[in-house]
C-alpha cells in the first residue's frame, strides 16, 4: 500500500479465481479489515472501462464487426445516436479511424460507444447481466454511459465474468464455498471470446496508450482490462492466465478521489505483482488456433481490409469464418499515398489530431454526361465512333446502367456507351454510393 499511497490511495483489494471450477482462491477485501471493517471485494463501485470487451464480444459474436472493423474515435461520432451524451476520450485527443483490435486494446471511449449504437444498449446491457454482473440500477439511470463506467459492479463479479472469457465463453457465478454449485451457462461463442482474448493479450495494439513498459507488458501471453472511474474514483485491473483470474480495485472507500492517477499506475501494479506470483505455478495462455470457425487473413492496417500495392503496413488478424474482408484497400488510398476517408471524418481531417495526413473522400457522382446533357448524332460519321464516356468521381470499381440496364460489370470509374436517339437514364454503382444523371440523344 506504501506505492499506492502517494496517490492518496488508502484502499485496495484482491480477488482470484481458479477459472476452471469458478471457486474464489483468495479474496483479500481491504488494507486493513479490522481498522475498516469493509470487504471492498464485494461493494459494488464505479467499474470504468472494465465492460468493454464484453461489449465488443457480442457485436464480434453477432457478425456486427470484425476485429478489423474501422471504427470511429472522433468528438462528433455519435451525436447522431446519443444527442443528449458526448462521450470523450481521456486526453482529449482523438485517432480518427481505428481498427476495433486497437480501439479496444487502447481502451477509447468513443468508438466502445458507437459500437454500442449498433448493439443497441439494451440489448447490450441485458447481456451483459447474463455474463453475472449484478448492477445496482436499471439502464434508465445509467444511460449509454454504463459502458464507460456509470455503473457499478462489484470487484468478485467482475472477477468472475473474466473467469468466463478465460473459459472460452461460459458464465459461471463465483463460488464462495468449494461445496457450492452453480449452473453454467454459455453466453459466447469459443471463437469470437478468442479474438477478444487475443486482443486483450495485444501489447502492440495497447501501445498507443499505454506505452511499451507499463505493467500490463508481460511477455508472456496474459489478458489484462484496466478501467478507471469518472472523477478517478477507482482504478480496477483484470486478468488471467490458463488457470485463474486476477481482479484488483484501488481507490478510497469513501470515495475521494485518487490525485489524478490511472488505473495501470494505481491498480495495474498490484494485479502484476499478483499475477507475477501465480506464474511460477501457473501456464500463460494459448495462441488462437485457426479451424474451420476461426480463420486469419493478412489485411491492411490502415484499412482493415486486404491488402494492396498502396498498404505500406500490413498485419495478421483473427477473424470467425465468413467475416473476413473480400475487398482490397485500394479504392480506400489517394494518388499520394494518403488515406481517404467518408465525410463523416470531415471536422477531424481538419484537426491537428490528424497526424497522418487523411483526407475525406468527395461524393460519389458522375462527372460524364453532364446533368440534363443532350446529344446530336451525326448522320455522317459511322455509328461506332459516335459514344459518350461515363465517368464518375472516387467509385473505384463501378457498374454503368443504362435505362436500368448492365451495359458493364466491374471497370474502372469509366467506361464508353454508343450513343442511341432517345432519353436515357445513366446510373453508376460503386461501394461507396450510387449517381444518376438523365441525358437525350436525337
Known amino acids: 500500500m506504501s506505492a499506492l499511497n502517494r496517490h492518496d490511495i488508502t484502499q485496495a483489494a484482491v480477488v482470484i479465481i481458479e477459472n476452471a471450477s469458478g471457486a474464489i482462491r483468495t479474496m483479500v477485501g481491504s488494507e486493513n479489515y479490522a481498522v ?9 463501485r464505479s467499474c470504468g472501462s472494465t465492460l468493454k470487451p464484453f461489449v465488443y464480444l457480442d457485436a464480434i459474436d453477432k457478425r456486427l464487426l470484425t476485429a478489423a472493423s474501422l471504427l470511429p474515435d472522433t468528438p462528433d461520432a455519435i451525436r ?12 482529449r485527443h482523438y485517432l480518427g479511424p481505428v481498427r476495433l483490435r486497437e480501439a479496444l486494446a487502447c481502451s477509447l471511449n468513443v468508438p466502445a460507444v458507437f459500437t454500442l449504437s449498433r448493439l443497441g444498449a439494451r440489448p447490450a446491457f441485458y447481456q451483459l447481466q447474463k455474463w453475472g454482473f449484478n448492477f445496482p440500477q436499471g439502464l434508465s439511470d445509467y444511460g449509454a454511459g454504463f459502458i464507460l463506467g456509470n455503473a457499478e459492479t462489484r470487484l468478485v463479479d467482475l472477477a468472475a465474468t473474466y473467469a468466463g472469457l478465460a473459459r472460452g465463453g461460459t458464465a459461471m457465478r463465483a463460488k464462495f464455498l468449494a461445496a457450492e454449485h ?7 461463442s469459443t471463437e469470437a471470446t478468442a479474438i477478444i482474448t487475443d486482443i486483450l493479450c495485444d501489447n502492440e495494439a495497447r501501445q498507443r496508450s499505454f506505452g511499451t513498459r507499463s505493467a500490463l507488458a508481460f511477455e508472456q501471453r496474459i489478458a489484462a482490462k484496466t478501467g478507471t472511474s469518472s472523477g478517478f474514483r477507482d482504478a480496477w485491473t483484470v486478468g488471467f492466465d490458463k488457470e485463474h483470474t486476477v481482479a484488483v480495485w484501488a481507490g478510497n472507500f469513501e470515495g475521494r478521489p485518487m490525485r489524478d492517477t490511472f488505473a495501470v499506475r494505481a491498480a495495474t501494479p498490484l494485479w502484476a505483482t499478483v499475477m507475477q506470483e501465480l506464474l511460477r505455478r501457473d501456464h500463460p495462455l494459448d495462441s488462437p488456433v485457426e479451424n474451420e470457425r476461426l480463420v486469419r487473413r493478412e489485411i491492411c492496417k490502415a484499412t482493415g481490409l486486404l491488402p494492396s500495392r498502396l498498404s505500406s503496413a500490413r498485419m ?7 467475416t473476413e474482408p473480400r475487398d482490397d484497400s485500394s479504392d480506400h488510398f489517394a494518388a499520394d499515398g494518403k488515406l481517404l476517408l467518408p465525410n463523416a471524418y470531415s471536422r477531424w481531417c481538419v484537426s491537428r489530431d490528424n497526424t497522418i495526413g487523411a483526407h475525406v473522400r468527395s ?3 458522375i462527372t460524364s454526361p453532364l446533368p440534363n446533357a443532350h446529344y446530336q448524332i451525326d448522320p455522317v460519321l459511322p455509328a461506332s465512333q459516335q459514344m459518350v464516356e461515363l465517368t464518375a468521381a472516387f467509385g473505384g470499381d463501378v457498374n454503368w446502367f443504362v435505362n436500368g ?10 467506361f464508353f456507351w454508343q ?6 437514364q445513366v446510373r453508376a454503382v460503386s461501394r461507396f454510393g450510387t449517381s444518376e444523371e438523365t441525358i437525350t440523344v436525337e
Open 36 to 44: 475498516s471493517q469493509i470487504n471492498g471485494a464485494t461493494q459494488p
Open 80 to 91: 447522431d445516436e446519443y444527442a443528449d451524451y458526448d462521450p470523450q476520450n481521456y486526453n
Open 182 to 188: 452453480q449452473p453454467i451457462t454459455r453466453i459466447a
Open 316 to 322: 495478421s488478424e483473427l477473424f470467425l469464418a465468413g
Open 363 to 365: 461524393e460519389f457522382r
Open 405 to 414: 440496364e448492365q451495359i458493364s460489370a466491374r471497370q474502372d470509374a469509366r
Open 419 to 424: 450513343l442511341s436517339p432517345g432519353e436515357w
